[in-house]
């Protein structure tokens, strides 16, 4: 068998290996829905639990303080900027794609939400 056939071989063995260990893990967790649904109706909860809306994972785009020093980088170019243009110039910075607008979206809100927030503090240091 030649080398790259085995090399395959072995990587879907891997992937299979990592599926069936995800397959476990999926039911485990539906056991455990099953378990707090069941003790939802023991105390008293009179709506469907699977009515209940399922919480995300908060997805981090920066490091701790990573956006305000990448901010307090752009801006010691002395060029007064949009919120977009900012956000824009973060994006680059990071290597991401500006064309996908969702994630530009997401950047200009992070923008604003830290300048809004750096003029408060600013304010109460005063």
């Keep these: 068998m030649p080398h790259v056939i085995s ?3 072995a990587k879907r063995a891997e992937l299979a290996g990592e599926l069936l260990a995800l397959d476990r893990q999926k039911a485990a967790l539906i056991d455990q829905l099953a378990y707090i649904d069941h003790t939802l109706a023991i105390f ?13 994972k908060h997805a981090y785009r ?10 307090r980088k752009i ?3 002395g060029v007064k900027l949009t919120y977009r243009e900012t ?3 973060i994006i ?3 290597g991401w794609n500006a064309a996908n607008g969702a994630l530009v979206t997401k950047i200009i809100e ?3 939400s830290q300048k809004s927030w750096r003029r408060r503090r600013a304010t109460q240091s005063k």
């Design 7 to 9: 090399a395959l071989v």
């Design 92 to 94: 680059e910075a990071k």
């Design 44 to 56: 008293g909860y009179e709506g469907n639990p699977a009515d209940i809306q399922p919480k995300g």
């Design 87 to 89: 956000a824009l110039r």
């Design 62 to 71: 920066f490091k701790r303080r990573e956006l305000p020093r990448l901010m």
């Design 110 to 112: 992070c923008v604003k």
């Design 75 to 77: 801006e010691a170019e």
